[in-house]
């Protein structure tokens, strides 16, 4: 029995909450990353939930190729990092990496006064590949 490829997304203690992932990938399908909009975020899909205040819609993009999962930022407005490097084109990720979507934001005259300290944090995961 063949298994799809996976990877795993792990908050960690850092991050922005969410339920961790396990996404399956297939060949020439990109799974989109980003804040819920139409479909509610599960451990299947690449949705979290609404109210990161760092995150984009769509924020970032992965996907297989070969026997290599990539990772490419959509322009998003505070960036994607893979172990604290913002990436500007495809990057690989590997097991144990932290892929990190947006960035802590400070807090200042131009934040919602209703923000809580955890919708100023990034989404930040700990990677695990599986299958590949």
Known sequence: MNVL???SFV???NSFPFQPKLL???DKVRV???PQSYEPPS???GAFPQGCLSLSAPHAEVWIQ???ILIRDRSSTYGTYVNGVRIEHQTLLQNGDILTLGRKLPRSSTTPSNASDTQLKPIEASIV???V
């Open 43 to 45: 451990a299947s899909n």
């Open 32 to 34: 989109l990353l980003g």
């Open 24 to 26: 399956f990938l297939s």
């Open 5 to 7: 490829p996976a990877v």
């Open 66 to 68: 070969g026997k290599q």
């Open 11 to 13: 908050p960690t203690k």
């Open 129 to 131: 590949i599986v299958g």
